[in-house]
């Protein structure tokens, strides 16, 4: 079978590719050398890792525990922007089973999922986001995404009926999540040496999203990306890997890129561009990217944690002194937002929004 044996308005999604059989990837999917996954700045040795911070510890550990697990934290936030969070408290069950209805979502027929349409210009529902002209490379990846918190961000028409435990599942699985990023907040603030609530009595009515990413096996990975390098637009954003995934998490650090080797049952954490704005950059938003496999398929559920659009987003008044000069200008989230998803990911971009001197 060839590329256009397939039906058109299939052409673009990946899980019908690898269907197909294809024996060339086609050309919207082809990285731009510098681009391509194989370059020489990833690291392939499995000691250099980003901190696992132990929950347990913060929550209930002695005050030695709870010192040392603060300041994982805030050696993770300034100098990886990323950790993993292992014995969370979340029930395993729930994390296995929402890893089970996002995969028997992906795995319905293409016409079953094309109910459920992310309109270009926006990013919820199923489909590519980031995609705005024709001659934009393509990720390989499929992605699932729906609005959750406040409950008007919600869009009723794109929840899907099948798998009939779906919407059940995302409901307790985003109740659990959350309350894990209200608590992450906390520690974070305390990190930094603000109040521990700072965070929390700023954000207000908090927006909360999820999206299923689901990256096929693909024939070249050399060739493509899974997702394309980015920062999250969130203040947190906290990722579950499926269980027996490969590698396919990396992050730019030291301009190199390096894997996130997957923790079974743990959690990862990574900044997003409104802490790094709300630090005044001690806390950094750290570009990452995901690579797909020759074999295995993979999958990850992710949830956007940040403020209610309302808020007006600069820095901390208490991290800027003279040594620690304002960087970014003040904005108000749902502009930013909205510029994050109405622009192609493209590293650290999208921040540049915020730079004192954006015009
Ligand atoms: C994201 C993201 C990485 C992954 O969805 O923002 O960075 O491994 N995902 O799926
Ligand atoms: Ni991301």
């Avoid at 603060?70 to 029930?91: A, D, R, T």
């Avoid at 409901?171 to 990023?181: A, H, P, Q, T, V």
């Avoid at 109040?195 to 689901?214: L, S, T």
Wanted: a neutral charge; glycine letters at 6%; charged letters at 25%.
């Amino acid at each position: 079978m060839s590329v256009s044996d397939i039906k058109v308005g299939h052409i673009d999604d990946v899980q019908e590719l690898g269907k197909a059989k294809i024996s060339h990837i086609p050309e919207r999917f082809i990285r731009d050398l510098t681009e391509r996954p194989n370059s020489d700045n990833v690291i392939t040795s499995t000691n250099n890792n980003i901190p696992v911070v132990d929950f347990s510890k913060l929550c209930k550990g002695n005050i030695d525990e709870i010192c040392s697990e603060i300041l994982k934290i805030k050696i993770s936030c300034e100098e990886w922007g990323f950790f993993q969070v292992i014995n969370h408290e979340i029930n395993l069950d729930l994390l296995e089973k929402i890893e089970k209805v996002a995969t028997e979502f992906f795995l319905m027929p293409l016409e079953e999922k094309q109910k459920y349409p992310m309109i270009p210009g926006t990013v919820q529902g199923y489909g590519q986001a980031f995609v705005f002209s024709e001659n934009q490379k393509l990720d390989w990846c499929n992605m699932f995404a729906l609005g959750l918190e406040p409950h008007y961000v919600r869009n009723p028409k794109l929840w899907p009926a099948k798998p009939s435990n779906f919407s059940e599942t995302v409901e307790i699985y985003s109740r659990e999540i959350r309350k894990l990023c209200k608590n992450l907040l906390k520690y974070i603030a305390i990190s930094l040496g603000c109040k521990d609530d700072v965070f929390e009595e700023m954000f207000g009515a908090a927006v909360q999203a999820i999206r299923m990413n689901y990256y096929p096996a693909c024939p070249r990975p050399d060739l493509v990306l899974g997702l394309s390098p980015h920062s999250d637009g969130s203040a947190l954003t906290v990722l579950q890997q499926g269980k027996g995934n490969s590698v396919g998490l990396q992050i730019l650090r030291n301009n190199a890129w390096i894997p996130v080797q997957p923790i079974p049952n743990a959690l990862v954490i990574n900044i997003g561009d409104t802490i790094e704005v709300l630090t005044n950059g001690r806390y950094k938003s750290v570009e990452h990217r995901a690579v797909t496999h020759k074999e295995k398929d993979r999958l990850s559920i992710v949830t956007f944690y940040a403020p209610s659009y309302e808020l007006e987003v600069g820095p901390l008044r208490e991290l800027v002194d003279d040594k620690n000069p304002c960087k970014y200008r003040r904005y108000n989230h749902g502009d930013y937002s909205k510029h994050y998803v109405t622009n192609k990911l493209q590293g650290k971009k999208t921040l540049e929004f915020s730079k004192i001197n954006y015009v």
